[in-house]
């Protein structure tokens, strides 16, 4: 499994943009990158996915490097309730959804 | 409406007392995955079927075991819980395709006593 690294933790302020970055350097050409987030006793659901360009949903903006060994999650405007753990995650067409440690972002108000 | 459902969300089971957990989807998705989540980490797969086909992790004690006898339901048998077996666990349905987003039930919280 392609492995991602990313910060234990982050904190930002309220309505502030948040960068959360993930570093991917086994990637390959078939992988997605995949993003989701766990709210507290919930579990996780689905932000944002990309394979080469920058990707915009209602939710997020995910930014990948031209060479695709690192993308960044993009909230652009931080609410208390986009506290959460946020996992990048590498998706190829082995089937498999492999969790790492992910990010946990706390929002200050 | 909820798409993935687990059922309990909290169940309670003696210690080595064999138990059941069911997780059901209405997305006709062909992969559904079991994870176990421990108190502050990540979410550790268990096994996936894509469709009938089974695939165990390596490191997935010989302990658990799943069922899938249709497209729509899963199980996770757990034969002999021990302490260490109390977790959160987690159902989750995706399409095979590496763009297919994963739709996550909320849980089943499993105590041992």
């Known amino acids: 499994d392609a492995k991602t690294t990313q910060p234990n933790s982050m904190e930002s302020n309220e309505e502030e943009p948040v960068h959360l970055p993930c570093n991917h350097s086994t990637i390959s050409g078939t992988d997605y990158i995949h993003w989701y987030r766990q709210l507290p006793s919930q579990g996780p659901e689905y932000v944002i996915h990309g394979l080469t360009s920058n990707v915009n949903n209602r939710m997020a903006s995910l930014a990948i490097a031209e060479d695709r060994k690192s993308s960044t999650l993009i909230l652009h405007r931080a609410t208390l309730r986009d506290a959460a753990v946020y996992y990048c995650i590498l998706r190829g067409g082995a089937q498999k959804l492999v969790f790492g440690q992910g990010t946990r972002l706390t929002i200050n108000p | 409406d909820a798409m993935v459902i687990q059922n309990p969300r909290y169940q309670v089971t003696q210690f080595g007392k064999p138990v059941t957990l069911s997780c059901s989807q209405t997305?006709?998705?062909?992969?559904m995955y079991w994870y176990q989540q421990k108190s502050s980490q990540a979410p550790k797969l268990l096994f996936h079927?894509?469709?009938?086909?089974?695939?165990n992790e390596a490191d997935t004690p010989d302990n658990f075991q799943s069922r899938r006898p249709n497209t729509s339901f899963c199980f996770l048998d757990i034969r002999s819980p021990g302490l260490g077996d109390a977790a959160m666990y987690l159902c989750?349905?995706?399409?095979?395709?590496?763009?297919?987003?994963?739709?996550f039930g909320q849980g089943t919280r499993l105590t041992v006593v």
């Open positions: 989750a349905t995706s399409r095979v395709e590496g763009w297919s987003e994963a739709f």
């Open positions: 997305l006709n998705h062909n992969v």
């Open positions: 079927y894509y469709d009938k086909d089974f695939n």
